[in-house]
């Protein structure tokens, strides 16, 4: 139990960011999978890796508190490209992100080997240290949680039309679906920092599909989705000290342990 | 009679091609009009720029004597779109009640609950509130749209398409339902391609193919649609409309 004590102040920063990471994503997801877009949190993680590089090189020694902003302000120009190229172009989304990933995977690529430096703190985005995690992380975190609540608070309704392609007349979707992108990026920013890029989508489906199933109504599904996130966070740690796997992994792990009803109970996954 | 609607010199082009042209048409407190014409006419995008969905070229569009940009009382007009598959995503969270609620808690307005309930009696819902959509058949879902556009008690109701997909007893029995809100003092707009589903309720007919070819009273349209064939509709359309009705 000591050691489990001490491994749980170890990691005491890192959990409590990810958990209101995994909160704040929590409300976004149902939007997510009803707008069928769950590869978007995906895709902006792709994106994100050049501002970082590009970040790291022009700015060896910049602190977190302004890298990390500068970095959601690249993510959000580039994901902007995307809508241009599917509004403007008339591509298909998934068309226009596998450009823009591509792209910008290419300007990686090309940074990486012109300027032969290699940055540590890349590793920590690509697949995130709960234990790296400060309290300046954390407070942050906290912040875009509580900001994601005001906003779905705000937009719930809206959000939610725009999600389905639904009008209502005189209705503008368009600043509740710039607010919600512009949060989406800063939460994948953030998540990436916690639980890494190669993860942090992952938040954003398995407990909104599952609360989705079993809500009996709309409203339920914004209770269920955040306490099924949370509880993800706790097994996760569990797990990870249990089986010695990162933190990360093992919260996605549990996570999986969601589906496992829809397979089972035909009335869940009708 | 006040102009509820009132559309003058609108044009509208989308990638470049024009799909209105010089559109003037008025609609009067108590109408039930008929916007017909052929597919891809043009009648379902000027309904969206009425509604605000589509930004015209040019021209201007009055709703109860106010501009467009200015206009805010949205909730005074009722809108069945025409059906969308993605009533029936499986992942839809929406119960009938909430759905039915939804115009009332996105324009903030108070809804009246003993009208509500009256509708879905009327709409026959009472026993589907608590279902979701996705458990709704076609029929179920096209009525609950339409109690949905009357919930806030609306002064106009515009129809795309409504009877598309509802078996003909159903279709007879929708527009019976229009006509008789029409007598209560509802103004109703129905955009329809399947002209000889005019019901005898139906009272001005605007035909539309780009340009606005007719505008006015439904006998008049009936009597000039059998003299004049190149506008567009069939002349069979008088005899089938009159011997269905």
């Known amino acids: 139990m000591d050691e489990f004590l001490s491994y749980l102040a170890l990691i005491k920063w890192g959990i409590l960011a990810a958990s209101f990471f995994a909160l704040a994503s929590s409300f976004l997801s149902p939007f997510i999978i009803l707008n069928r877009n769950t590869l978007l949190p995906h895709v902006l993680t ?22 990390l902003p500068l970095a959601v302000v690249l993510t959000l120009l580039l994901s902007l490209f995307i809508w241009f190229l599917k509004f403007k172009v008339y591509l298909f989304e998934d068309t226009s992100s596998s450009i823009v990933i591509h792209l910008s995977l290419a300007l990686v690529l090309i940074l990486a080997v012109k300027s032969s430096q290699y940055d540590y703190r890349l590793l920590t985005f690509l697949f995130g240290d709960v234990m790296l995690v ?45 607010y919600y992108l ?6 994948v920013v953030i998540g990436a920092k916690i639980v890494g890029v190669l993860l942090v989508s992952a938040f954003y489906v398995f407990c909104g599909i599952l609360a989705l199933k079993i809500a009996p109504n709309y409203r339920l599904v914004f209770l269920i989705t955040p306490g099924l996130n949370f509880f ?39 | 009679m006040k102009k509820i609607v009132e559309v003058i010199n609108l044009n509208l082009f989308l990638n470049g091609q024009q799909i209105l042209e010089n559109i003037n048409l008025s609609i009067e407190e108590g109408d039930f009009l008929a916007i017909i014409g052929p597919n891809g006419g043009g009648k379902t995008s000027l309904l969206k720029c009425v509604l605000g969905f589509l930004k015209a070229s040019s021209g201007e569009i009055n709703l109860f004597g106010k501009r467009l940009s200015n ?48 509708l879905i009696h ?28 009357l919930s806030l008690s609306p002064e106009i109701l515009f129809l795309d398409e409504p009877t598309v997909g509802l078996d ?12 008789q809100f029409t007598l209560e003092g509802l103004t109703v707009v129905v955009v329809t391609h399947e002209t000889w589903l005019l019901h ?46």
């Open chain 1, 232 to 270: 993800s966070i706790l097994g996760g740690m569990v797990l990870s000290y249990l089986m010695d796997i990162p933190f990360s992994a093992g919260t996605i792990i549990f996570m999986s342990l969601y589906l496992v009803p829809l397979f089972f109970i035909p009335r869940i996954r009708k």
């Open chain 2, 122 to 149: 009327l709409f026959g819902l009472r026993d589907l509130l608590s279902y979701k959509l996705s458990q709704l058949s076609f029929g179920q879902i096209q009525r609950a749209q339409i109690v949905q556009a």
């Open chain 2, 71 to 118: 206009f805010k009382d949205w909730h005074k007009i009722g809108y069945v779109p025409q059906r969308s598959i993605d009533y029936y995503i499986k992942l839809n969270p929406l119960t009938v009640k909430e759905f039915l609620e939804l115009p009332a808690r996105v324009y903030r307005q108070k809804l009246d609950y003993h009208r509500l309930m009256d």
């Open chain 1, 182 to 187: 512009i949060f989406l990026t800063l939460q």
């Open chain 1, 46 to 67: 792709h994106l994100l890796l050049f501002p970082l590089l590009f970040l790291a090189i022009l700015w060896p020694d910049g602190p977190q508190s302004l890298v």
């Open chain 2, 200 to 245: 005898k309720g139906i009272m001005k007919v605007a035909c539309l193919n780009r340009r606005l070819y007719f505008h006015g009273k439904h006998e008049d349209f009936c009597a000039l649609a059998l003299s004049s064939p190149e506008m567009g509709i069939s002349s069979d359309y008088h005899l089938i409309s009159h011997s269905h009705w």
């Open chain 1, 134 to 178: 400060d309290w300046q992380i954390s407070f942050l975190s906290l912040v875009i949680f509580l900001a994601t609540l005001l906003l779905v608070y705000k937009y719930k309704w809206k959000l939610f039309l725009s999600s389905l392609g639904w009008e209502l007349p005189g209705l503008n979707l368009k600043v509740g679906n710039l």
């Open chain 2, 168 to 179: 003909f007893m159903n279709q007879k029995a929708l527009y019976d339902l229009l006509n």
